[in-house]
């Protein structure tokens, strides 16, 4: 790679000259899109080379720039052209015995749904975005009620737990029973 970079640099490898054809290869392969990464494979240098020849080389940097802009200009140009729907004249020639008689024929070409929906979601985004807002209650608007493991799990065998340990028990699926009533969340349907 470095005998590639060498054949790119001006006279004597100054890192400060680079050739100009290089310049301006580098405005037309943006002008084609590509991005920083691609350019440095067109260039066969790594993306840090580009990154810094952006840095030090002014004439580069207004290349690749210009380049870019120019291409999402035109893209921009033809979306909203689209967006809006635009107006077409149609040639048509015909050579007959009196000569060559010329038809022009004016068609308008109706907006497209789909780019007018791109334009405002990207433009006008909070005004155009998706948003899904999906709010969930209980029956009549109430809270949601949850069932809990002592409506939906099997008995559990509890023949191997002491006294202590089922009153333990009893005691804390009274408590959140109890409390289950008190917030409107009884296993009642």
């Known amino acids: 790679m470095a005998k590639r970079k060498d054949a790119l640099m001006g006279r004597g490898n100054s890192k400060y000259n680079l050739e100009p054809d290089i ?16 350019l440095a494979i067109a260039f066969g240098v790594t993306g840090t080379t580009i990154q810094n020849w952006r840095k030090t080389h002014p004439d580069f940097d207004e290349a690749v720039q210009r380049g870019k802009d120019e291409a999402d200009t035109k893209v921009a140009e033809s979306l909203f052209k689209r967006a809006c729907g635009f107006e077409i004249q149609e040639i048509e020639e015909t050579d007959g015995v009196k000569g060559t008689t010329r038809k022009i024929t004016k068609k308008q070409i109706a907006p497209d749904t789909t780019a007018c929906i791109f334009w405002l ?40 737990f002491s006294d202590e340990e089922l009153a333990v028990m009893d005691k804390l699926g009274s408590k959140y029973l109890k409390e289950d009533e008190e917030n409107g969340n009884s296993d009642e349907a």
């Open 121 to 160: 979601k990207n433009r006008q985004s909070a005004l155009w975005r998706d948003v899904n807002r999906h709010e969930v209650t209980g029956k009549d608007g109430r809270p949601i009620r949850h069932k809990h493991a002592h409506s939906i799990l099997p008995k559990p065998d509890l023949s191997d």
């Open 23 to 38: 310049v301006e290869r580098a405005y037309k392969l943006s002008l084609l899109g590509l991005i920083d990464d691609e």
